[in-house]
């Protein structure tokens, strides 16, 4: 898929924010649909079926949450990067729960945005297969053999360490919150302080430096993201 066969939709209240927007993306190649509020997405949803949707939650009226909300329940799948001025993190985990594919803290810059969308691009693609190896940088992992490898050297695992680090490679650049972590290894019964320390067991036996991770980093207040190579 080139960039111009790829129609992103950006739905922000604030006029200049959808115009430098639609420069920046423009100027990658990228098809850019705009729309100031829910009622107008609802509309270019349904009209032109984006590719990938530019969410600001601070909507007037219908919160960019609700929306999201909405999408989610009448089953779209559309990659949704949500665009945030908030400094709480309970939005921003709130719309990740609800089914959002990333986040973008403004102000942000170009060249960030738009390797964010590469990436959810690409995991909606993955989506369709699960890829039976999976590699970014030195880091490989054979889903069905269940071998790790970090530069050429096998790893091994702990079972709890090893499903974290699947779940973390079947969404492979999504932000995976607390939450979500924790119902997909332990069913949802652990605290999170257990989820803190099998990633810090994990960093010990994948990061060359640990405290400088490169694979599997934390997205302070809301969760882990395993990095991919771009």
Known sequence: MTNTSVKILVVDDEQPIRKLLRVGLGTQGYNVLEAGNATSAVEQVEAHQPDLILLDLGLPGVSGCDLLRQ??????????VILSSRTDERGIVEALELGADDY???PFGMNELVARIRVALRHRLQQQGELPVFETGGLSVDLVKRIVKVDGREVKLS??????LRVLVQHAG??????????????????????????RQLRQKLEQLPDHP???VTETGVGYRLKEAD
Not at 71 to 80: H, L, Q
Not at 159 to 164: N, W
Request: glycine share 6%.
């Open 71 to 80: 999408w989610r329940e009448e089953g779209s799948d559309i990659p949704v």
């Open 159 to 164: 079972p709890k360490e090893y499903d974290i």
């Open 174 to 199: 999504k932000v995976l919150t607390h939450r979500f972590l924790l119902s997909r290894v332990w069913g949802g019964s652990a605290d999170v302080q257990y989820l803190r320390v099998y990633v």
């Open 104 to 106: 973008v803290v403004k």
């Open 214 to 216: 490169r694979y599997i």
